[in-house]
């Protein structure tokens, strides 16, 4: 496997103050790689410095070896609300990201359509996006962030919003269709159960300034369903890491 | 999807509108009774009764004067709309322009419009163009400010969203900040267009051959209160007219905002 995005000693501050510190992970092609870390911790400012949106204040994010800078546009960004457009009807949003880069919108159409029934929103295209449910919304986002054909996709707590039986269903649903089109995702969570399930590895962060603190393969077997909750090697991972996190805290 | 038209619908929105005019007819009542006792002349408090009826009898001159103040006021409401947009672009593309815009548009609207409208007729005559410009200058502040409110009302979510897809600034202007500034246009919107049909009166008042304001003034200089009162009640229905007409451009603007019916989960 090649590293698709490696950050080498990233810092960055705010007004002197530092948010992230000496932050350094992997994630190689084809790898569903979550960071878990407590609220507030620098999680999302990881992920505003790959999508372009801050610069590193020292540093380096390589992508396929070479600088972010000379390679733009290589991530694709599901931020934390779902942000669908209100006034955009579910396909129009579903096409947003296509429109941007510059795509007819009959094409970005043809495109979006064959992927609704995997994303479960056949016959909703042509609702607004306020018609939908919470689990729907998100599946929604999410397939206007995969559509977009960018190599990685960056997850900001996707289903923080939703309840914890939708959020269980959600985790269940992405697993079947990561399984199927193995993207390349870094997932930001606070949820140790949530990254257990969907992660090839977790990056633990600390609290603010983050930094690595711990990394976890998980190596449960895949497909994973609701039985691998009952796994011993989940409950042992799960464990290590909310200990983890929990250690961290103090 | 849209809610259906039912019986009940159409009963509760007449309830809706029954306290107002119940209220109105009460004060039309008491206003008739009082004119009725004779206690002030005709010439100085009418009857309802008598502005009705003298107005309907002069429908033709009213006619004849509220279509040149409704022209102006469309008119002055068209580059109202064209300047206020174009004042809002400009302040929400940088802060210098803002700060140096925003207090030269508070201090406009602190003139006294009395002192202005004469003014305003005197550099530009007695045409149309003054009261284009009068009606503009009164409505295009709630205008601006209901689109610079809305603008800085965008999703910081969204912002970075449309970011990551390699949007530039433009792009999300159209994309994002527009749409998210309608429902603040249409606030502002409602506002400036109360003002407007008095703002054409007013310029009128100040001097015209034509139109509701100086209808007003010369039956005022012949003691024809009734029929200033008449051509008051004129430009009252253009004035809520228009407004209602915002409520239906709207409608058909912002589709996303009728209330509908969300949609059962079936992951």
């Known amino acids: 496997m090649t590293g698709k995005l490696e950050i080498r000693g990233l810092n960055r501050s705010f007004d002197g103050v530092p948010v992230l510190k000496d932050l350094s992970l992997d994630v190689a092609e084809g790898e569903f790689v979550s960071i878990l870390g407590p609220s507030g911790s620098g999680k999302s400012t990881t992920f505003s410095v790959l999508t372009g949106a801050l610069s590193p204040t020292s540093g380096e994010v390589l992508v396929d070896g070479a600088p972010l800078s000379e390679r733009p546009g290589r991530f694709a960004y599901m931020p934390q609300k779902d942000a669908l457009l ?26 979006v359509e064959p992927l609704l029934d995997v994303f479960g929103l056949t016959g909703y295209d042509s609702v607004y996006p306020a018609q939908l449910s919470g689990g729907m919304r998100q599946r929604a986002a999410l397939l206007r962030t995969v559509v977009q054909d960018r190599e990685v996709l960056l997850l900001d707590e996707p289903f923080g919003a939703l309840d914890a039986l939708t959020r269980a269903r959600m985790q269940q649903w992405i697993e079947r269709v990561w399984e199927e089109y193995r993207w390349t995702v870094l997932l930001i969570t606070h949820d140790v159960r949530e990254a257990v399930f969907l992660s090839d590895r977790v990056y633990v962060f600390s609290p603010r300034p983050a930094t690595v603190v711990s990394c976890v393969e998980v190596d449960l077997p895949r497909p994973r369903t609701v ?22 805290e103090r | ?59 033709q001159a009213l006619l004849d004067n509220a279509l040149p103040t409704l022209r102006a ?19 929400d593309l940088s802060g210098v322009l803002r700060r140096a815009l925003m207090p030269v548009l508070i201090v406009s609207q602190t003139l006294p419009l009395i002192a202005i409208a004469p003014l305003v007729v005197l550099w530009f005559g007695f045409d149309l163009l003054p009261k284009v410009l009068l009606v503009a200058f009164v409505t295009f502040f709630p205008i601006t400010v209901g689109l610079v409110e809305g603008y800085n009302a965008t999703d910081k979510d969204s912002t970075a969203l449309l970011r990551s897809m390699g949007a530039g600034r433009w792009r999300i202007f159209r994309t994002l900040r527009v749409p998210t500034a309608l429902p603040f246009f249409f606030a502002g919107l409602r506002i400036a267009i109360t003002y407007a049909v ?31 009162l008449a051509a008051v009640g004129v430009s009252a229905v253009l004035t809520l007219a228009l407004f209602a007409l915002t409520y239906a451009v709207e409608r058909v603007a912002l589709p996303w905002r009728r209330p509908q019916s969300r949609k059962e989960d079936r992951t």
């Open chain 2, 1 to 59: 999807m849209s809610a259906p038209k039912t019986a009940l619908g159409s009963r509760l929105r007449v309830g809706r509108w029954l306290p107002s005019l119940a209220l109105v007819a009460l004060l039309v009542a008491a206003w008739q009774l009082y004119s009725a006792s004779g206690a002030l002349g005709d010439d100085v408090l009418p009857s309802p009764s008598r502005v009705l009826g003298q107005g309907w009898e002069h429908r």
């Open chain 1, 227 to 248: 039985a691998a909750y009952a796994d011993p090697a989940f409950t042992r991972i799960e464990s290590e890491l909310l200990r983890t996190l929990l250690e961290e």
């Open chain 2, 73 to 91: 006021t469309l008119a002055g409401f068209a580059l109202s709309l064209t300047v206020g947009f174009a004042l809002s672009v400009l302040i």
């Open chain 1, 86 to 111: 209100p006034w955009r009807k579910v396909l129009d949003n579903l096409t947003l990201g296509l429109e941007v880069a510059g795509m007819r919108r009959k094409e970005a159409r043809k495109k």
């Open chain 2, 198 to 228: 008095v703002g054409a009166i007013f310029a009128e008042y100040a001097g015209a051959t034509e139109g509701l304001g100086i209808y007003m003034q010369n039956a005022k200089n012949s003691f024809r209160t009734d029929l200033v």
